[in-house]
């Protein structure tokens, strides 16, 4: 059974915006640091954002200001806003919940950004 189900990857153009979502069952959503991740083709996979179970956010430095992550604790679920995207956005982007007893990853979405 997934623990993590994201959705809401595709194709956008340069410039356009996409929102990510991942659904978590409730107990692993309350107890973790919720974040998303990235992987492009022949690239390292890398941290984008996280949040945690109090609301305090990170981001990489390549997508400050252009993307928000945000988590609704009544439907377990953290989001991805991704405005102004880039070709550089161009990849698999995964869920994770992470707590000090398991880390989970979600399936992967891809997030293709034509120029």
């Known amino acids: 059974q997934a623990q993590l189900v994201e959705s809401g990857g595709g194709l956008v153009q340069a410039g356009g915006s996409l929102r990510l979502s991942c659904a978590a069952s409730?107990?692993?959503?309350?107890?973790?640091?919720m974040g998303w991740y990235r992987q492009a083709p022949g690239k390292q996979r890398e941290v984008v954002a996280t949040?945690?179970?109090?609301?305090?956010?990170n981001y990489v430095d390549s997508v400050k200001g252009r993307f928000t992550i945000s988590r609704d604790d009544a439907k377990n679920t953290v989001y991805l806003q991704m405005d102004s995207l880039k070709a550089e956005d161009t990849a698999v982007y995964y869920c994770?919940?992470?707590?000090?007893?398991?880390?989970?990853w979600g399936q992967g979405t891809q997030v293709t950004v034509s120029s």
């Open positions: 994770v919940a992470q707590s000090l007893f398991s880390t989970y």
């Open positions: 409730a107990y692993i959503f309350s107890i973790s640091t």
């Open positions: 949040i945690s179970t109090g609301g305090a956010t």
